[in-house]
């Protein structure tokens, strides 16, 4: 079956540092990928998808993920972190056919 | 351009009791999804509605039965709840499976059962 790893539940970054979040899948077969972003008490916001076209993908807000398939990963970056970059981030799976597997969540946290 | 919206946003039940929630997918969506998302975990897939009939299920029992109304809403429906059933349950949705692939998310509905 398809997983996700997100390694790290909780990371922590001040303001203006760069914002890695790190999303590796289990798939022989390149799925498509996402990126959501949930506020408190709010449901998900895509932030950006990976559906087998440039493997370096921007989002809204300044973030980025690059697909390697050789690693299995597509982690999430972000140049320089604002305080409302704060929130829970997600990584979800797409297998062709099938419905999202999402990743246990990395909480954001921005320090001033 | 409405989103998908959900209904109620919180709501308080006993054990044993049913619950109703409900959904209405994005303008030109038609294709609905529920996942339950336990505090602190990801989202975990429930089942998907297109045309009017469930077309893929996760890993939950049949106390979680749905439904999708002609006009693509949609209804999740969870009898004899359980302390287990506390969570955010998100409608998601989407254009015809094997069509574009993003879900879109609605802001959930918080159900806490004593």
């Known amino acids: 079956a398809q997983s996700v790893t997100q390694l790290g539940s909780h990371v922590s970054v001040s303001e203006g540092a760069l914002v890695l979040l790190r999303c590796n899948y289990s798939s022989s077969v390149p799925p498509y990928l996402f990126w959501y972003v949930q506020y408190p008490n709010q449901g998900l916001q895509l932030l950006l998808k990976?559906?087998?076209?440039?493997?370096l993908v921007k989002g809204i807000n300044g973030f980025e993920a690059e697909f390697k398939k050789s690693e299995t990963s597509f982690h999430l970056t972000k140049p320089s972190a604002h305080m409302s970059d704060a929130a829970e981030y997600f990584c979800?799976?797409?297998?062709?056919?099938?419905?999202?597997?999402f990743g246990p969540g990395t909480r954001l946290s921005v320090l001033p | 351009d409405a989103g998908v919206t959900q209904s109620p946003t919180h709501l308080i039940k006993t054990r044993g009791q049913q619950v109703t929630l409900r959904c209405s997918p994005k303008?030109?969506?038609?294709?609905v999804s529920w996942y339950q998302q336990a505090l602190g975990q990801g989202p975990q897939f429930i089942f998907q509605?297109?045309?009017?009939?469930?077309?893929q299920r996760g890993n939950f029992p049949d106390r979680f039965s749905g439904h999708q109304f002609p006009n693509y809403s949609s209804e999740l429906n969870v009898n004899a709840l359980l302390l287990g059933d506390s969570a955010l349950y998100l409608c998601?949705?989407?254009?015809?499976?094997?069509?574009?692939?993003?879900?879109?998310f609605g802001p959930g509905t918080r159900l806490l059962v004593l």
């Open positions: 998601a949705s989407s254009l015809p499976p094997g069509t574009e692939e993003t879900q879109y």
């Open positions: 990976y559906t087998s076209a440039a493997t």
């Open positions: 303008s030109g969506h038609d294709t």
């Open positions: 979800a799976v797409r297998p062709r056919g099938q419905n999202f597997v």
């Open positions: 509605y297109y045309e009017e009939e469930e077309r």
